[in-house]
Nanobody
Framework: QVQLVESGGGLVQTGGSLRLSCAASGRTLSSYAMGWFRQAPGKEREFVVAKVFTSWSTGSTYYADSVKGRFTISRDNAKNTVYLQMNSLKPEDTAIYYC???????????????????WGQGTQVTVSS
């Protein structure tokens, strides 16, 4: 069993930055694919980024077009924590952000919420214009 807890959300102005954290407990994240999703009011949960790790520090990363070049996913193995660095934030980035872990990832399904076995409770990000 894996427990995921997000933190780092908040209110930021357009163009600002935030770093979200997803701390895992219960098991090491080393063999899991990690993803970030977001959900705005009245909308479905949407894919943001996912990383399939092939070693402790390397792997393949997949970004939604809307965040490519602005968001970066990373992992601190010692802390069993995954991060989402968000730069150049826009009002349309406003949402609740969730991290998720998948035990058996397939690249073709990384944007599919059904792929993920564990979810955090979410952290609110609000970008003011």
């Amino acid at each position: 069993q894996v427990q995921l807890v997000e933190s780092g959300g908040g209110l930021v102005q357009t163009g600002g930055s935030l770093r979200l954290s997803c701390a895992a407990s219960g098991r090491t994240l080393s063999s899991y694919a990690m993803g970030w999703f977001r959900q705005a009011p009245g909308k479905e949960r949407e894919f943001v980024v996912a990383k399939v790790f092939t070693s402790w520090s390397t792997g393949s990363t997949y970004y939604a077009d809307s965040v490519k070049g602005r968001f970066t996913i990373s992992r601190d193995n010692a802390k069993n924590t995954v991060y989402l660095q968000m730069n150049s934030l826009k009002p349309e980035d406003t949402a609740i952000y969730y991290c998720a872990a998948a035990r058996y990832p397939t690249v073709q399904r990384l944007a599919d919420t059904q792929l993920y076995d564990y979810w955090g409770q979410g952290t609110q990000v609000t970008v003011s214009s």
